[in-house]
């Protein structure tokens, strides 16, 4: 019988002894099945993927003064946790010192929801209500009706004007922007408290991330990862399933003031919004009926009613115009709040910067 050659056997021994050396890899994730919508809060999702048990830690701030106030641009300048976050052992690693352990509180414009298969709802979020800026992943678990996700998530999907009974992952994403078989999100800002949360399954040694959602997303490998709480700034009545009520984007304080445009003869909307920081002077104005009585509620940073001086029922001109201007607490925590003005019924909401 012929024999090979020695260094035949040699060609066909080499790439054995090298895989022997590798180093074993991270597996690679299974194929997810879809998880279908029970509700706003749960899902026929088991869960149980990279790092579980911290992407759903359920602890709230206890107190107000432990939430450091972000933003995307922030964010995206935040230093990489150390190490190979995409080894095999990173899989079950705990919240690691640092930011992992601190509350943040994140207002901005949503660019795109997602339904996850881990039953997790994917937002990606914006510092300005414009589809080109950089993007924060944040991401709400699902949870049985008493969790304080659940909470978040029904605020959610009732600012969208969105039941998502039924629907499966994969098959309902709103975007901004969307791309075919998208559905489209009207604009909806949002004020958002979570941890921050270094999701290094998508992300490379150097920090930066791949396939993080949209490219957009991949400006940061850092998320707000579980929301503990959500607030939505500004929706509107949906005129259809899925869609909400244009509301203003997030801007930061000074004058946003623009061409009135004419209201409907029952109805009221913002075309001014100024904010001001502890111990300014905010201002803003609507435009509704000549002769409408019309109230204004303002909603601090923190989320308490503000009885301030100037924020009393007004009647508007002959031109249907109303502006209220009221002193910002010196004490007043800097933040996104919210100022909602009802005339006649009808109601509007827009977020106002507050710092």
């Known amino acids: 019988m012929l024999r090979p050659p020695v260094f035949a056997w040699c060609i066909i021994a080499l790439p054995l002894v090298v895989a022997s050396l590798a180093p074993a890899a991270r597996p690679a994730a299974a194929q997810e099945a879809p998880a279908t919508w029970l509700g706003a809060c749960q899902t026929t999702s088991p869960g149980r993927r990279y790092r579980w048990g911290a992407k759903t830690d359920p602890e709230t701030p206890g107190d107000p003064s432990a939430i450091n106030p972000t933003s995307v641009a922030e964010m995206v300048t935040w230093a990489p946790l150390p190490g190979d976050w995409r080894a095999r052992a990173a899989g079950d690693a705990p919240r690691q010192d640092g930011l992992e352990q601190q509350f943040f509180e994140l207002p901005g414009a949503v660019q795109r929801v997602g339904l996850e298969p881990d039953g997790d709802v994917h937002l990606e979020v914006a510092d300005a209500d414009d589809p080109t800026l950089p993007r924060v992943i944040v991401e709400l678990p699902q949870g049985d009706d008493a969790s304080v996700f659940c909470a978040a998530r029904q605020a959610l999907f009732g600012g969208m004007g969105v039941d998502p009974t039924g629907l499966r992952s994969g098959s309902a994403v709103w975007a901004r922007a969307p791309r075919p078989n998208q559905r489209p999100l009207d604009p909806l800002a949002v004020d958002v408290v979570g941890k921050a949360f270094y999701d290094g399954e998508h992300c490379g040694t150097d920090g930066v991330a791949h396939n993080h959602g949209t490219l957009l997303a991949d400006a940061t490998c850092w998320e707000l990862h579980p929301i503990v709480q959500l607030t939505v700034l500004g929706a509107g009545t949906p005129s259809s399933p899925g869609t909400s009520a244009p509301v ?108």
């Open 248 to 355: 203003p984007s997030v801007e930061p304080p000074g004058d946003t003031s623009g061409v009135p445009q004419p209201a409907p003869a029952t109805g009221v909307i913002f075309t001014s919004v100024t904010g001001a920081a502890p111990g300014g002077t905010a201002r803003v104005s609507v435009q509704t009926s000549p002769g409408a009585s019309c109230t204004i509620a303002y909603v601090t940073p923190s989320g308490t009613t503000s009885r301030a001086q100037g924020l009393g029922p007004q009647i508007a001109d002959a031109d249907g115009v109303i502006t209220w201007s009221w002193d910002i607490g010196p004490s007043t925590r800097p933040g996104i709040g919210s100022v909602t003005a009802s005339c006649g019924g009808q109601s509007a909401t827009s977020p106002i910067p507050i710092g």
